[in-house]
T-cell receptor, first 111, second 109 residues
Framework: NAGVTQTPKFQVLKTGQSMTLQCAQD?????MYWYRQDPGMGLRLIYY???????DKGEVPNGYNVSRLNKREFSLRLESAAPSQTSVYFC??????????FGPGTRLTVL | GQQVMQIPQYQHVQEGEDFTTYCNSS?????IQWYKQRPGGHPVFLIQ?????EVKKQKRLTFQFGEAKKNSSLHITATQTTDVGTYFC?????????FGKGTSLLVTP
């Protein structure tokens, strides 16, 4: 039982490059989330998926897209990376609006 | 959605001293959750409070939910170096959680 896994752990991009952050959970949770964490800003919600087949914008969705591929997987895509997207990205899952279980994070640097 | 303000932003204590972080809202909260994030790590769920005036303890950690359900606190008695990290409160907002900005605790041996 791995919980929530994220790949990659680290990534360096050049401005304008694209990439997809992968997230998977093996706890059969309905809800999944993507957050970004910046110093002094806490955790800010980018997108979430309350159930398979649905996605909704969070507080800071601009510049990102998501896909809830199936119940297990929720990916985050940066189509054209910008330096402002340098951050630590966390995926989380939850049975409902309950306790959230976080993945280990992806540390992204955009040059 | 519901928002919370968390204070202080930082706290530096000597090992053995007590520590408290506060979470405040202008609206009545349905519940509140607390998470801990170690340096370089990810947030880990600590506890959820639901009832007005609720007090829960986990070893040296004491969590309180205010009578009006507008504030909450986390108190650590006799801090240890293992308590180092950032403590977040979080409140339900629709299908998601809104997190406070966190209190970073540094413990000096």
């Amino acid at each position: 039982n791995a919980g929530v896994t994220q790949t990659p752990k680290f990534q360096v991009l050049k401005t304008g490059q694209s990439m997809t952050l992968q997230c998977a959970q093996d706890m059969n949770h309905n809800s999944m989330y993507w957050y970004r964490q910046d110093p002094g800003m806490g955790l800010r919600l980018i997108y979430y998926s309350a159930s398979e087949g649905t996605t909704d914008k969070g507080e800071v969705p601009n510049g990102y897209n998501v896909s809830r591929l199936n119940k297990r997987e929720f990916s985050l895509r940066l189509e054209s990376a910008a330096p402002s997207q340098t951050s630590v990205y966390f995926c989380a899952s939850s049975p409902s609006t309950d306790t959230q279980y976080f993945g280990p994070g992806t540390r992204l640097t955009v040059l | 959605g519901q928002q919370v303000m968390q204070i202080p932003q930082y706290q530096h204590v000597q090992e053995g001293e007590d520590f408290t972080t506060y979470c405040n809202s202008s609206t009545t909260l349905s519940n509140i959750q607390w998470y801990k994030q170690r340096p370089g790590g990810h947030p880990v769920f600590l506890i959820q409070l639901v009832k007005s005036g609720e007090v829960k303890k986990q070893k040296r950690l004491t969590f309180q939910f205010g009578e009006a359900k507008k504030n909450s606190s986390l108190h650590i008695t006799a801090t240890q170096t293992t308590d180092v990290g950032t403590y977040f409160c979080a409140v339900v907002s629709g299908y998601a959680l809104n997190f406070g900005k966190g209190t970073s605790l540094l413990v000096t041996p």
